[in-house]
């Protein structure tokens, strides 16, 4: 019986307070994994001088049309006028279906191939691809993703079932936010029930688990520890969390800051290996 453990950084690229969490995270032994945006500002300095400081370290795709410029021109289902992407994980949901969905999936198709291509070109073996704000959790997305996975010989996705879990620590639940983010786990498991069966036509592995839903900006140590507490009875599995760890060099900490300390946490670390989980990245 085995239990797999991958703590992913999402967001590597995003920016260089991104891309120095990932180094640090790396060195401590808990971060193994993270998802790459193709678009992101401080793209070049993942590729070319956070990455080759981190072997071993497993790269994903972080596919992205919600945030930043596009890759490609004229997306116009996409992007304004200046080619940045204008829409919110509602509003591709509802055009996933809409009278122009043929002109909105073949745009979204091209630019997913893009990014992929780009991470690709850079000589980067991917390990597994993912999105930004689980866009390709929508269905009609997610079959696009699939294929191009196959496509590109990348075979670990993302899916985004999580088991609703409660940390005692009463205060994080009292907000509007932690209400929100119970809606999303409705959605996102119901779509993985959806989704399971496409990645499997695909042949495409994918984690059973995904903890950073229902404390989505909350995530701490103590909500992977409880999470993966709520998984402790489970066997032969692979359960990933999700974070956005940043550090900024001017010191300016944030939630995102509470996400990195995930990263340096050697509590946390003998905690996941005494609940019979093996750290890993997706080429595991």
Do not use: W
């Not at 688990?209 to 701490?220: A, D, E, P, R």
């Not at 140590?221 to 692979?238: F, P, Q």
């Amino acid at each position: 019986m085995s239990k797999k453990f991958v703590l992913n950084a999402d967001d590597f690229g995003m920016n260089a307070a991104f891309n120095t969490a990932v180094k640090e995270g790396y060195e401590c032994g808990i971060l193994k994994s993270a998802s790459l945006v193709a678009n992101g500002e401080a793209f070049e300095e993942a590729v070319k001088k956070i990455i080759p400081q981190c072997e071993g370290l497993g790269v994903g795709v972080h596919l992205n049309i919600i945030e930043g410029k596009s890759l490609l021109s004229d997306l116009t289902e996409l992007t304004d006028s200046n080619g940045n992407f204008n829409n919110s994980y509602i509003k591709l949901l509802i055009k996933s279906y809409g009278s122009k969905k043929n002109i909105f999936l073949k745009q979204i198709e091209d630019e997913f191939r893009a990014q992929i291509e780009k991470i690709r070109n850079t000589g980067i073996k991917i390990t597994h691809i993912d999105s930004h704000v689980h866009t390709h959790s929508i269905p009609e997305i997610f079959k696009i993703v699939c294929k191009l996975a196959n496509e590109y010989n990348i075979t670990q996705i993302r899916t985004q079932f999580e088991k609703p879990y409660i940390v005692p620590e009463i205060t994080i639940h009292l907000n509007k936010a932690y209400f929100i983010n119970i809606i999303k786990i409705i959605l996102l498991d119901s779509f993985t029930i959806i989704n399971k069966p496409v990645a499997k036509k695909y042949h495409l592995s994918t984690n059973d688990y995904l903890l950073g839903v229902g404390y989505t900006s909350m995530m701490t140590s103590l909500t992977v520890a409880y999470g993966l507490e709520a998984l402790k009875d489970k066997n032969d599995i692979t359960a990933e969390a999700l974070i956005h760890p940043c550090r900024y060099e001017d010191g300016t900490i944030d939630n995102h800051f509470d996400e990195y300390k995930i990263t340096r946490n050697e509590k946390l670390k003998n905690k996941i290996e005494e609940l019979g989980f093996e750290i890993v990245n997706y080429n595991k």
